[in-house]
Antibody, heavy 120, light 107 residues
Framework: QVQLVQSGAEVKKPGASVKVSCKASGYTFTSYGISWVRQAPGQGLEWMGWISAYNGNTNYAQKLQGRVTMTTDTSTSTAYMELRSLRSDDTAVYYC?????????????WGQGTLVTVSS | DIQMTQSPSSLSASVGDRVTITCRASQSISSYLNWYQQKPGKAPKLLIYAASSLQSGVPSRFSGSGSGTDFTLTISSLQPEDFATYYCQQSYSTPCSFGQGTKLEIK
């Protein structure tokens, strides 16, 4: 069965960086993309960006350009999201989600979420 | 960027009720509209994709309709496990975008 298992909760100070992992299993990793979505406490869902697990192409949300980097390791079927220069408003649960190769595909499987807390 | 607006933002209903949630896009998105259910402390779960296609394993009491700019999610007979927050999402163009959510509560 398809599973996306994310790394554990993180507490970071303002200005630091965080790197969240998302290990995929149960499907051919390189046949899909991975999107990252975050949710601030009590708020809605915010798309952060997408990476193709096939060729590493990326597309980031404009507001995060320059602070976020998404990568994959096809040898371990793992996707990574690194966010730099953390601010208090980056405190959120971060989700990875599988996205089909066809344009317009939905997010059909999600990781369990990783809470990132930014606090001095 | 395409803006997605859901209504209502919250809704109280009883077990057995028929419930409809609407989602409007700021421009036409054809049928590239997906619906998710999220329970507290859990990841979102895909219910409906391409406006009206039921995701595998999702009960048939859930249905979706619409195209262009106006869409609806209908739950034909509410069950206790359906009380959750529902989000629409457009996958027509990048950046994809979500509605603000509709919280469905027990009356």
């Amino acid at each position: 069965q398809v599973q996306l298992v994310q790394s554990g909760a993180e507490v970071k100070k303002p200005g630091a960086s965080v790197k969240v992992s998302c290990k995929a299993s149960g499907y051919t990793f390189t046949s899909y993309g991975i999107s990252w979505v975050r949710q601030a406490p009590g708020q809605g869902l915010e798309w952060m960006g997408w990476i193709s697990a096939y060729n590493g192409n990326t597309n980031y949300a404009q507001k995060l350009q320059g602070r976020v980097t998404m990568t994959t390791d096809t040898s371990t079927s793992t996707a990574y999201m690194e966010l730099r220069s953390l601010r208090s408003d980056d405190t959120a649960v971060y989700y990875c989600a599988r996205e089909g190769a066809v344009q317009g595909s939905p997010f059909d499987y999600w990781g369990q979420g990783t809470l990132v807390t930014v606090s001095s | 960027d395409i803006q997605m607006t859901q209504s209502p933002s919250s809704l109280s209903a009883s077990v057995g009720d028929r419930v409809t949630i609407t989602c409007r896009a700021s421009q036409s998105i054809s049928s590239y509209l997906n619906w998710y259910q999220q329970k507290p402390g859990k990841a979102p779960k895909l219910l409906i994709y391409a406006a009206s296609s039921l995701q595998s394993g999702v009960p048939s009491r859930f249905s979706g309709s619409g195209s262009g700019t106006d869409f609806t999610l209908t739950i034909s007979s509410l069950q206790p496990e359906d009380f959750a927050t529902y989000y629409c999402q457009q996958s027509y163009s990048t950046p994809c975008s979500f509605g603000q959510g509709t919280k469905l509560e027990i009356k």
